[in-house]
């Protein structure tokens, strides 16, 4: 008899997870249908998105890894013989054990992604196994604003955008029109239908511009000069909040020394934004308690300016006030669930160790580690380590290549496809194919499972338990519980690192036989059950506001900011001791050439994709089945190019070909899609996939030399390129 039922689970296509129904037909998802009961919790969200909908073929695509693979052939070659678990658990387990004595536990290198996945227990792996290198997305990705805002207010915030406390909203450097398609989308789509002034910063009119009120098409990178520029306006006006600068804020005076030379004028020269621009966004922003200040990838991905980005915007909120007050944002919570920082065992990774970590960034290494820690501690709060101490990824690649300066031997990949998603695909490709062993964890064919030893199936959406917890920085958690066994021979990921951990020594370590045990450990200090909170799909309490006020009781005294001053470093002493520049300072940006006149940007989101994923499935495919490069009209005619003309983008490090697409933007920008590859060519050498005809991390690099001395922030946006038409 056909067994049918209905089963409470989760998307996982974005970082969002929003709910879903899932019909269960005999152990197989026969249809999924959005749940608003569930997290994000509004039944409008799903219905522009396209993915959820893939869902149930996402199980069954004939491209899809069902089985553990091991390399037969040459290395690239598609050749493929199915093994069992067991034995690739054992061969791989032996040959890390094997690499380690020879060469030590550095030898092994990580690899991880955006938010599709939980990662604490590669996390937890590798501080057992005693290696330092995972590389992350970090750098170019989340922590930039997340160290910033830590320096500046003691802890992290969350920016709040509500239609109806917010007055007033600026979005810096991010396009949620394309890139979240969900909660903060419709609801900034229901804040600008009241009227209320919206500023967006971004070269491109995207889809967020042409809801403003005002449009800043700064020149790309130059961001963190506008910033000083409009902190400059609201210093001249005094539109900042006497009040709470007087009392709560460290350095205004020198704060305000220092923007002086940033006058509308000047901002004017550097970033191609009309002064009167520049002092009509600060009077509207400062005018229009509580704002918001919401900012994305497009200053994360700025070399050094990102810093000083990032610090400008922290300063620009706390000096007007919308700094913990509702409608502008908060200073989140530690979580009441166990925190990822516990859950890596950061704290049992050893110094030796935590000495090999490649390149000496002050603040994103495990000196600036402890250093901010000390401070967020005075409040009880510590963020998660491995994330905010991962390698320098330029670093690794190199250490592959060269032995120097110590050699990395062997590299495991979860939930990323770094060929496509780092920079610097030449320099990557050759060091992959340097390795002695390169095991990629994976639901589909990419083009770095192509070049691995072995492939392992993983178990993907609607069939493994999911647990977003923002990596502990907040006391929120999202998601719920699978629909499904997993298909074939898929596992969760967590199996494979539990797998080879006991294989490796680390059996005291990984006491929870599954990954729904694991994260059901991990909320038992909330006093919920796995299944209390795969019924809610959310675990949080409302936020608390202008908790620097509240008195501490022993103290008497009000809590303030877990800084050193105990107030909001606009000045900021520990920066300058750890050799930056304590107030905000602009950094050159790549200068153009008569040879590379242009200004390039990589990665702006666009729909139906993420990243690199997604271009398997033909529904989705056929909304947008060609990578594009946006130019001004403008700058089309000055080049002689059309709109649908296939052109050449190159840059110093390499050359990838789009369809032209004339849109509206500043002139003098270029703007490539990334993540693309081809599915459909073949999955070996010399094509891997289509690698190198459209992918726009041939074109970045990330030199260590270059990058952020502070985090390591690479320069993705801003950089020198020309555009020619491909014959
Ligand atoms: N030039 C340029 N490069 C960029 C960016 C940019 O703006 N410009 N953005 C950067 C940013 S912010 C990010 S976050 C990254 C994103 O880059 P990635 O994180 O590499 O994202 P994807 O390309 O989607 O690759 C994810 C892969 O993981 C697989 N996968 C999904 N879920 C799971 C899982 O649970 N387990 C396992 N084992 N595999 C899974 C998918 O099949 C897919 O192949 O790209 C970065 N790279
Ligand atoms: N469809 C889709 N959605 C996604 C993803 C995806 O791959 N596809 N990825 C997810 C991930 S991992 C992330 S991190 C988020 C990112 O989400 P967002 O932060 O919204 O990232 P983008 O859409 O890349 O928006 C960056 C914007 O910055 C602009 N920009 C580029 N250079 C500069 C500059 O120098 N200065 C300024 N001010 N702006 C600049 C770009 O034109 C672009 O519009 O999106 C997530 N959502
Ligand atoms: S926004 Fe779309 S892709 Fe993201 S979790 Fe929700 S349904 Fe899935
Ligand atoms: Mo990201």
Same mark, same amino acid.
């Given at each position: 008899m056909t067994q049918e039922k209905l089963v409470k689970t989760n998307c996982r296509f974005c970082g969002y997870q929003c709910g879903l129904t899932a019909t269960v037909t005999d152990g197989r998802v026969t249809a999924v249908e959005p749940d608003p009961t569930q997290y994000p919790g509004d039944a409008g969200i799903q219905r522009g998105c396209r993915r959820w909908r893939v869902a149930p073929e996402f199980l069954d695509h004939p491209q899809r890894i069902n089985y553990p693979l091991k390399r037969v052939g040459e290395r690239g070659s598609g050749q493929w013989q199915r093994i069992t678990w067991d034995q690739a658990l054992d061969e791989i387990a032996a040959k890390l054990a094997t690499l380690k004595e020879r060469h030590g536990p550095e030898m092994l290198a990580t690899c991880i992604g955006g938010p599709h996945a939980v990662f604490w227990p590669l996390h937890r792996f590798m501080n057992l196994f005693g290696s330092p290198n995972n590389v992350g997305i970090g750098q170019i990705c989340w922590n930039p604003a997340t160290w910033v805002n830590a320096l500046t207010y003691g802890w992290t915030i969350e920016n709040e955008l509500d239609p109806e406390k917010t007055a007033c909203a600026m979005f810096w450097g991010t396009n949620p029109a394309e890139s979240d398609n969900s909660l903060l989308w419709r609801t900034l789509v229901r804040f600008s239908q009241t009227g209320k002034p919206l500023i967006v910063v971004d070269p491109r009119r995207t889809r967020t511009a042409e809801l403003a009120t005002l449009w800043l098409p700064v020149r790309p990178g130059t961001d963190a000069v506008l910033a000083l520029g409009l902190i400059n306006v609201i210093v001249a006006e005094r539109l900042y909040d006497e009040t709470f600068v007087d009392r709560w804020c460290n350095g205004f005076a020198r704060l305000a020394e220092h923007v002086a030379r940033y006058t509308p004028a000047y901002v004017e020269s550097v970033t191609g934004i009309k002064a009167e621009t520049v002092v009509a966004a600060a009077r509207l922003y400062a005018g229009n308690a509580p704002a918001t200040l919401i900012s994305g990838r497009g200053i994360d991905q700025i070399g050094a300016n990102s810093f000083a980005t990032q610090r400008g915007l922290a300063i620009m909120r706390a000096i007007t006030g919308n700094l913990d007050t509702p409608g502008a944002s908060h200073i989140t919570d530690m979580p009441d669930f166990i925190p990822e920082i516990d859950l890596e065992l950061s704290d049992r990774f050893p110094a030796e160790a935590r000495q090999k970590r490649l390149g000496s960034l002050a603040l994103q290494s495990y000196p600036g580690y402890e250093r901010v820690r000390r401070l967020t501690m005075r409040h009880g709060r510590r963020l998660p380590m491995r994330y905010l101490t991962s390698a320098q990824p330029n670093?690794?690649?190199?250490?592959?290549?060269?032995?120097?300066?110590?050699?990395?031997?062997?590299?495991?990949?979860?939930?990323?496809?770094?060929?496509?998603?780092?920079?610097?695909?030449?320099?990557?490709?050759?060091?992959?194919?340097?390795?002695?062993?390169?095991?990629?964890l994976e639901m589909f064919p990419t083009p770095t499972t192509m070049l691995a030893d072995y492939v392992l199936p993983s178990a993907g959406a609607l069939e493994r338990p999911l647990l977003e917890t923002k990596a502990g920085t907040a006391n929120l958690a999202y998601g719920g519980a699978k629909a499904v066994e997993p298909y074939y021979e898929r596992r969760p990921d967590y199996?494979?690192?539990?797998?080879?951990?006991?294989?490796?020594?680390?059996?005291?370590?990984?006491?929870?036989?599954?990954?729904?045990?694991?994260?059901?450990?991990?909320?038992?200090?909330?006093?919920?059950?796995?299944?209390?909170?795969?019924?809610?799909?959310?675990?949080?309490?409302?936020?608390?506001?202008?908790?620097?006020?509240?008195?501490?009781?022993?103290?008497?005294?009000?809590?303030?900011?877990?800084?050193?001053?105990?107030?909001?470093?606009?000045?900021?002493?520990?920066?300058?001791?750890?050799?930056?520049?304590?107030?905000?300072?602009?950094?050159?940006?790549?200068?153009?050439?008569?040879?590379?006149?242009?200004?390039?940007?990589?990665? /702006? =989101?666009?729909?139906?994709?993420?990243? !690199?994923?997604?271009?398997?499935?033909?529904?989705?495919?056929? #909304?947008?089945? &060609? @990578?594009?490069?946006?130019?001004?009209?403008?700058?089309?005619?000055?080049?002689?190019?059309?709109?649908?003309?296939?052109?050449?983008?190159?840059?110093?490090?390499?050359?990838?070909?789009?369809?032209?697409?004339? /849109? =509206?933007?500043?002139?003098?920008?270029? !703007?490539?899609?990334?993540?693309?590859?081809?599915?459909?060519? #073949?999955?070996? &050498? @010399?094509?891997?996939?289509?690698?190198?005809?459209?992918?726009?991390?041939?074109?970045?690099?990330?030199?260590?030399?270059?990058?952020?001395?502070?985090?390591?922030?690479?320069?993705?946006?801003?950089?020198?390129?020309?555009?020619?038409?491909?014959?």
């Open positions: 670093l690794v690649w190199r250490a592959m290549l060269t032995g120097e300066p110590y050699p990395i031997r062997s590299l495991i990949v979860m939930a990323t496809n770094p060929l496509l998603t780092q920079a610097d695909s030449r320099l990557i490709y050759d060091a992959l194919k340097s390795l002695d062993l390169l095991v990629v199996d494979f690192w539990r797998g080879i951990g006991l294989r490796l020594g680390q059996e005291n370590d990984w006491p929870w036989q599954s990954f729904e045990a694991a994260l059901a450990a991990s909320m038992e200090p909330t006093g919920w059950t796995w299944d209390d909170f795969c019924r809610e799909g959310l675990y949080t309490l409302p936020p608390e506001y202008r908790k620097h006020e509240h008195i501490d009781p022993q103290t008497g005294q009000p809590a303030g900011f877990a800084t050193a001053s105990g107030k909001v470093e606009l000045y900021c002493g520990l920066v300058a001791e750890l050799g930056g520049d304590p107030l905000p300072v602009p950094q050159p940006t790549p200068a153009t050439s008569e040879e590379y006149p242009l200004s390039l940007i990589t990665g /702006a =989101r666009f729909q139906p994709y993420f990243a !690199s994923s997604f271009r398997q499935f033909a529904s989705l495919r056929s #909304a947008h089945p &060609e @990578p594009w490069a946006e130019v001004s009209v403008a700058t089309a005619r000055r080049l002689g190019l059309e709109d649908g003309c296939r052109v050449w983008v190159e840059t110093e490090r390499g050359r990838a070909s789009f369809t032209l697409r004339i /849109a =509206r933007m500043g002139d003098g920008v270029v !703007s490539v899609e990334y993540g693309w590859w081809y599915p459909e060519m #073949a999955a070996a &050498e @010399p094509s891997i996939g289509g690698l190198w005809a459209a992918n726009a991390n041939t074109l970045t690099n990330a030199d260590y030399e270059t990058s952020d001395p502070m985090i390591g922030t690479a320069t993705y946006n801003g950089l020198p390129c020309r555009v020619s038409r491909a014959e």
